[in-house]
């Protein structure tokens, strides 16, 4: 069904949504991108699923987006590349909108976008070799879609030591910034997120569901209009001549102008 993701049900309604592309580093593309607003749509509307883990195959939890993706978005027209921008919005959107418990189970480095589904989920918890980065400002990119999630995870003040350096950032780091809930290591991973997970089997899902979209609620405002501005800033920053110099840059094997 899917080729760049898949989903394993035990018989307690724990499903694991894996991201499948271990050899680019699960590395957002195109397909993938589709494909996780499709998996969360059949997840939310699966009664049998009571709590989602999302995990990761390979060594990477995340490297953020394609690149090459992002090179089809430097070449295409303002139309296509709006509705690849509403696509990955879209996304996020129904992954922080899920109404089962999501659980990132973080196995190894994420950067831009993998920072965005971490901090879709209720809960994140990496391993302690881990290391972090909202690295989209070295391609003359900003982080614009995830921008409302992982402001809303961090804080503003928090955000702003890491949002717009592309500092690289450790497991701990990471904690003390709200991304991660528990840093652990590698062997007590799936004992970590099983600590999580065995909660919601002793609670009503109903009532599960309700609370989480009243703590949305409350919480940070994430509203259409905001996600349709980050779409804008995304576009507007695919059209800007740093975006098109630092991706070319990444390709040929060079340094931007701006490094100094």
């Known amino acids: 069904m899917y080729e760049t993701l898949s989903i394993e049900t035990d018989d307690r309604g724990v499903a694991t949504l ?3 592309r271990a050899e680019k580093h699960n590395a957002m593309s195109g397909a993938m991108i589709e494909e996780l607003a499709a998996a969360a749509k059949a997840l ?5 699923v009571r709590v989602v883990i999302l995990a990761a195959k390979g060594k990477s939890f995340c490297a953020g987006g394609d690149l090459r993706w992002m090179q089809d978005q430097m070449a295409a027209d303002a139309e296509t590349r709006r509705a690849e921008a509403r696509k990955l919005a879209m996304a996020l ?5 899920l109404s089962k418990p999501l659980i990132a189970r ?3 480095n994420a950067f831009g976008g993998g920072i965005g589904m971490m901090s879709v989920a209720d809960v994140a918890i990496g391993v302690d070799s881990a290391t972090f980065g909202l690295t989209e400002v070295k391609l003359g990119l900003i ?3 995830i921008s409302p999630y992982v402001l809303a995870r961090m804080g503003e003040d928090k955000a702003r030591r890491v949002f717009m350096s592309a500092r690289l950032f450790g497991a701990q780091e990471a904690e003390k910034l709200n991304l991660l809930a528990k840093v652990v290591s590698e062997d ?3 004992e970590a997120v099983e600590a999580e997970v065995k ?3 002793s609670a009503a899902p109903g009532a599960v569901a309700e609370s989480k979209r009243l703590a949305r609620m409350l919480g940070p405002s994430i509203t259409p209009e905001i996600v349709d501005e980050t779409i804008d800033r995304l576009v507007q920053t695919w059209e800007g001549d740093e975006a098109k110099e630092g991706i070319a840059a990444f390709f040929e094997k060079r340094k931007a102008p701006w490094v100094r």
């Open 18 to 20: 894996w991201l499948d």
């Open 143 to 145: 982080p614009a879609t």
């Open 188 to 190: 007590e991973l799936d």
């Open 106 to 108: 973080v196995q190894g």
């Open 44 to 48: 939310d509307n699966d009664a049998d």
């Open 93 to 97: 959107y129904a992954l922080n909108t």
């Open 199 to 201: 909660p919601y089997l």
